[in-house]
């Protein structure tokens, strides 16, 4: 587990985040930018739901895939100087909780936080 301090505040980019189960299937829309700020996640929609998946979890078959493992894709609203311990990286994004409540994951993008 590793400590962030949160550098720059950040509200949510979604207020209904996809929840995926390893073994759901999804279709794949988009690629993000290989050559972007956050390369390494597709755009898929499931049954019920759409946004972004990190491609490594991903098994990939045309425009479909099936989920390697659970995901969910909520993002915190984060303000300068909270802390966030994370128990993840991926693809510019830490996975983790608030210092001050451990029930609660989601991501935050590494470059709002800095390690301490």
Do not use: H
């Amino acid at each position: 587990m590793e400590k962030y301090r949160v550098i720059k505040s950040r509200k949510a980019d979604s207020e209904n985040p996809i929840i995926l189960y390893k073994g759901d299937k999804v279709i794949c829309r988009e690629e993000s930018d290989e050559d972007g700020d956050w390369a390494g996640w597709i755009y898929c929609k499931s049954k019920d739901n759409k946004g972004w998946v990190p491609k490594q979890i991903l098994n990939r078959n045309g425009d479909t895939a099936t989920l390697l493992e659970d995901y969910n894709a909520r993002e915190f609203d984060i303000q300068v100087d909270e802390i966030i311990i994370s128990s993840k990286i991926l693809n510019g994004w830490i996975w983790g909780y608030k210092q001050d409540d451990a029930d609660i994951k989601g991501w935050v993008p590494l470059n709002c936080v800095e390690e301490i």
